[in-house]
C-alpha cells in the first residue's frame, strides 16, 4: 500500500525505510555519509543523533536558539549557529568543544568531510575558515555576504553564493579562485563531491547546472517554482523542492524519475543521499522521512 503521504505521486515509488515524527518540530538535519547517522535539530534546542535505519544513539539539550547546523560525513564532529551571531562546535558524543561569536549574523556554515574545517559565512560579506580544533586559518571579504557555503570534498575549495548575483570558489587560505556572477536569485546551492557539477535552485530560472568553474551548463525546469535542490554526492541523482511544496526526483540529464505533491503537509527541508538511491524529507508538522529506491 502505498505511504499515505507520498499518495499524490508518480513515477518509480520508493520505499519508505524511516517515517518518525518529532512533536517539537525539525529545525534542520544533516547526513553523516561515511558514518550513516542522521544528525537532527528540533525547535526546542536540542540535538539528536540517529542511525540510518531510526535507531536513537544520543540526544543532548543544551543548544536554545539553534538555527541550523553542520555534521561532518565520517561523524566525528558538527558545528550549529546558536543565536544571531554564535557558533558552536561539537564532537561525536554532541558535547560543546569551543563556541565563537562572529561580527555579523551567520548566514551559513560549512564542513569537510573528514571534520577538519569549518566555514562561516556572514551578513557583513565576511567569511571565516577555521580549523575544528579552534584555529582560525582564512578571514575574507566578497562583494556581497554568501548565503550559502559548502567545501568540496574531493578538492581544497569552498563554493559560496550569494542570495543574488556573485557566485564564487576559495582556497582554505582565503585565495578567491574565481568568481561568476550571477542573473537569477538562489534558494540553495548543492555541489558533487568531485565539484565538477553546481546545482542552484533559481527559483523562476529552474534548476541551474554550472561547471567547477561556475559556467552555466543548463538549466531543468519543473512543474513549479523551485527554491531548494540538493545532489547526490556522485553525480547521480538531483531532487528539488518547489514553493508549491511538490518534490522531484531526477537524474542528470533532467529526466523526473519521481514526483509527490506534499502540500498536505509541506516539505522543509530535503537532501539526497551520497549514493543516489536515498531521499531525506523533513515536514512542517516535524515529520522525517527517509525514501529509497
Known sequence: ???ALLQNSQGNQPEVVVDDVFPEGIVDIAYAAEAATILIVTTAGSLILLRRDGTLLKTKQAFDGVRFAVWSDIGNFGA????????????????????????????????????????ISDDS?????????????????TTKALNFVQFVAERPRLIGAAEFGHLCCHSLTGEELWNQRLSSNVGSLSVTSCG??????GFNHGIQMLTSRGKQRGSFM???I????????????ITALTLESRIYWMNFEGDILWAADLSMDPPT??????????????TQSGRLLQLRW
Open 269 to 282: 527541508q530535503i537532501a539526497a543521499g551520497p549514493l543516489g538511491e536515498r531521499l531525506f524529507v523533513v
Open 1 to 3: 500500500m502505498k505511504h
Open 226 to 237: 523551485p527554491a531548494t535542490v540538493s545532489v547526490s554526492a556522485n553525480r547521480r541523482r
Open 125 to 141: 560579506a565576511r567569511t571565516y575558515i577555521l580549523t575544528t580544533d579552534r584555529q582560525q586559518v582564512a578571514k575574507f571579504d
Open 80 to 119: 550549529a549557529a546558536i543565536g544571531r551571531d554564535r557558533t558552536v562546535c561539537f564532537d561525536s558524543n554532541l558535547q560543546t568543544l569551543w563556541n565563537v561569536r562572529v561580527t555579523g549574523k551567520i548566514q551559513s556554515i560549512a564542513i569537510t568531510p573528514f571534520g577538519s574545517h569549518l566555514a
Open 196 to 201: 565538477r557539477r553546481i546545482l542552484l535552485a
Open 222 to 224: 519543473v512543474d513549479g
